[in-house]
């Protein structure tokens, strides 16, 4: 066999890097595009729907906002309520319904939705005695026998977790405690007892400044609003910018007026 020619060789193996090189190129850019690019957004559907559900329900309380102030009446009161209790404003939702309940002392609808609200807060005895009056002016209601059921059976609970509480404070005396116990007893309208287990509570620290507040939430309760004043300012004292407490120092202010 003759020998093979060097140049030839060499030209051959040039072709074929050439060759090579025009094949890879194009696999390379492909690869690197799709590398590069972008891929599209997902909504996220869930949370715009939330967002427009809260948006539309803020935009319904402002609407019935400026409705009652443009025309009070029976009516536009209950749907105020009804849309500060949509938001979770359970409280205002109590003071709304309150004023339609003014316009018509025998409105059902205002009896029931007061016992819904109270049953939200957890104010059971309130939650009971709007709920029967409720079912006393629409006794076969099934929503009014639901609600009155729900204040009664929270009721029940809260008594069993208040002897509860005092059998633990009993082995277990402390500030938290007692401001635990004296939340309970507030929430049971039992007034007198909530203040003397945050006075206990004041006995660990003197300058808790919730026992301070709730003293004074309970003296309103009970109108002594001379002696709720004198602990909203002693809770002052200790925390300047508390919001809850000014609120109630005014409304005692207020009511002393």
Not at 27 to 37: H, M, N, Q, T
Not at 134 to 156: D, R, V, Y
Not at 194 to 223: H, R
Request: proline share 4%; aromatic share 8%.
């Amino acid at each position: 066999m003759p020998p093979r020619n060097p140049s030839k060789i060499k030209n051959s193996r040039f072709v074929n890097v050439l060759i090579a090189i025009f094949i890879l190129l194009p696999l390379s850019y492909l690869v690197i595009s799709a590398r590069l690019k972008t891929p599209p957004k997902i909504k996220n559907t869930e949370t715009q729907n939330l967002i427009s559900v809260s948006d539309s329900a803020s935009l319904k309380l402002q609407a019935a906002i400026k409705l009652c102030k443009s025309s009070p009446n029976e009516n536009n009161y209950l749907s105020l309520g009804l849309q500060y209790y949509n938001n979770s404003r359970f409280t205002e939702c109590v003071e709304a319904t309150k004023k339609a309940i003014e316009y018509n002392p025998e409105s059902f609808l205002g009896y029931n939705n007061l016992c819904s609200a109270y049953n939200q807060l957890e104010l059971w005895d309130l939650a009971i005695a709007t709920g029967r009056k409720a079912h006393l002016l629409k006794p076969g209601n099934e929503l009014a026998k639901n609600n009155l059921e729900i204040s009664l059976k929270g009721k029940a609970s809260l008594e069993k977790e208040i002897t509860e509480t005092e059998q633990h404070l009993v082995n277990a005396p402390g500030e938290e405690n007692c401001i635990f116990l004296g939340n309970l007893y507030y929430k049971a309208s039992r007034f007198e007892k909530a203040i003397a287990s945050y006075q206990q509570a004041l006995t660990f620290n003197n300058k808790n400044a919730v026992a301070y507040n709730n003293i004074c939430s309970a003296y309103n309760e009970l109108k002594l609003y001379q002696k709720a004043i004198e602990n909203c300012e002693k809770a002052l004292k200790v925390d300047t910018a508390n919001a809850q407490t000014k609120n109630n120092l005014a409304l005692a202010k207020q009511k002393i007026k």
